[in-house]
């Protein structure tokens, strides 16, 4: 997770042409064990009464941790650039597809 790192290793990373063009997400849920954290990015589209989960991500602990510090330090370099992230304190219009009480996508 640290650019820095990774450089001085001389790690490197290859991108597939699929992989690369990426998934729209506007929802993640996010669940744990004792071993693991799980991500799953979904799309909440209007209109729809299911979200369609695009993409999952496991990561151990210590990565989850990591890339809670990598995205708080990349906000933080945005923010700097382009100014505060507002986010509406308005409810979300849509029903939410899950029952989020459970933490658990069903």
Known sequence: ???NNNRQQ???ID????VAQGEYAN????THGSSDFVV???RVLPGVPK???CSRVILAPEHAKRLLGAL???IMRYEAEFGTIRIPTQEPQAIAPFDL?????S
């Open 51 to 53: 979200a369609q989960v």
């Open 101 to 105: 009480s459970k933490g658990e996508a």
């Open 72 to 74: 708080q330090e990349n």
């Open 15 to 18: 991108l597939p042409q699929d």
């Open 27 to 30: 929802f993640a849920i996010i």
């Open 10 to 12: 001389g790690l490197q």
């Open 40 to 42: 799953d990015f979904a």
């Open 1 to 3: 997770m640290n650019e």
